[in-house]
């Protein structure tokens, strides 16, 4: 069965600390894809990024980066001098390869940054 | 380009009661999903739409909610009679034929009391 582990439920840091949010996942598919979303004090799910399981390639994205690791089925997510803005729940999820198959998402981390 | 929207951002009903959510996808996405958060809990699948056709409504928890996408465009959610346990966030996603990355709407709160 597929399932997406975010074992951090809270994280709080001070402004222009780093951060990394932990994101575990569990598939007997050799092909998948895996997400982060963004969820803002607004409400609405932001997408981040989206990786396939065959591109095992670091991807940095301004202050954000994120670590795929197929060896510990990980992929987590860093953000680099974190910001009051970035305070939000960040969301892991994973789906089958195939277009239009649902999504499984982790439980989410709440990062909250202060100033 | 308009996003995906939801009707209502919030809602409060009283158990028994009958509450019907809206979600306009992105124009010309075919997929349209609707996924359930209950408090501290993950994001949980509910169904997923082809046009106007329901793929997969495995994730729907039971015959009080009923999806319908007529002519493909808009869906609605309906939960009929709500009950404490229906209390979330009801969000709707969009994606194009073909494409894996899906677009989420703000979502709808849903408090049953």
């Known amino acids: 069965a597929q399932k997406v582990t975010q074992a951090q439920t809270e994280i709080s840091v001070v402004e222009k600390e780093d951060v990394t949010l932990d994101c575990v996942y569990e598939?007997?598919?050799?092909?998948?894809?895996l997400f982060w979303y963004k969820q803002p004090p607004s409400g609405e799910l932001v997408f981040l990024i989206r990786?396939?399981?065959?591109?095992?390639q670091n991807e940095i994205s301004g202050r954000y980066s994120w670590n795929f690791q197929k060896s510990t089925s990980s992929f987590n997510f860093t953000i680099t001098a974190s910001q009051v803005v970035d305070s939000a729940v960040y969301f892991c999820a994973l789906s089958e390869a195939q277009a239009g198959t649902a999504l499984i998402f982790g439980k989410g981390t709440t990062l909250s940054v202060s100033s | 380009e308009a996003g995906v929207t939801q009707f209502p951002s919030h809602s409060v009903i009283e158990k028994g009661q009958t509450v019907t959510l809206r979600c306009d996808p992105i124009s010309g996405h075919d997929n349209l999903y609707w996924y359930r958060r209950v408090m501290g809990k993950e994001i949980k699948f509910l169904l997923h739409?082809?046009?106007?056709?329901?793929?997969?409504e495995s994730g729907m928890p039971n015959n009080r909610f009923l999806a319908e996408r007529t002519g493909g465009t808009y869906s609605t959610l309906k939960v009929q009679p709500a009950e404490l346990e229906d209390s979330g966030v009801y969000f709707c996603a969009s994606s194009s034929s073909g494409n894996t990355e899906a677009f989420f709407g703000q979502g709808t709160r849903l408090t049953v009391v």
């Open positions: 598939t007997r598919d050799t092909t998948y894809y």
């Open positions: 990786r396939n399981s065959f591109d095992e």
């Open positions: 739409f082809v046009k106007e056709s329901k793929q997969d």
